[in-house]
């Protein structure tokens, strides 16, 4: 079955630090690649996504991530946290049965200042 | 316009009670998605319309749900008979795929169901 997987629950990290959120797909059809965001009580707000043209992609507010077909990884990262990136991130995955995303169980990312 | 419209934003109900919550997408998207999201939980695709078709429908989706886009606009989703399992937050999303496949959906805040 088709199926994201994101390391860690959680994460936390210092303002400034660098950000690292992991996630794997299965998957023996590279799929399209996309991180979510979402704040307490909202909805999903779209931070990059990746669609078969160039492997690194970079997305809103500084965030980038990166396509690795042999590791079936789409890791995302950011090169120095601030204290609004403390959210809950989602990473999800489409094969193009009519745009349905598959999502992992998402990680909760933690600003200390 | 301002997104992905819906509502309630909050719903308390009895076990055993109908509820239904409506979603209004971006004018002129014809595609429009319904998720359910529990606590700690990446969402759950529950069902999706192209216009006013129902296209799929995940095994998620119970016998005690139901989904209709009447019109090819909003849509409705109702929930019979609620149980406390059914407490969750219900998210829609909506898009229009300019290229397939599609990958431009665009969530609204959700509809966040308690069942006591």
Known sequence: ?113 | DTGVSQDPRHKITKRGQNVTFRCDPISEHNRLYWYRQTLGQGPEFLTYFQNEAQLEKSRLLSDRFSAERPKGSFSTLEIQRTEQGDSAMYLCASSFPRTEPDTEAFFGQGTRLTVV
């Open chain 1, 1 to 113: 079955a088709q199926s994201v997987t994101q390391l860690g629950s959680h994460v936390s990290v210092s303002e400034g630090a660098l950000v690292l959120l992991r996630c794997n797909y299965s998957s023996s059809v590279p799929p399209y690649l996309f991180w979510y965001v979402q704040y307490p009580n909202q909805g999903l707000q779209l931070l990059l996504k990746y669609t078969s043209a160039a492997t690194l992609v970079k997305g809103i507010n500084g965030f980038e991530a990166e396509f690795k077909k042999s590791e079936t990884s789409f890791h995302l990262t950011k090169p120095s946290a601030h204290m609004s990136d403390a959210a809950e991130y989602f990473c999800a995955v489409s094969y193009n049965q009519g745009g349905k995303l598959i999502f992992g169980q998402g990680t909760e990312l933690s600003v200390k200042p």
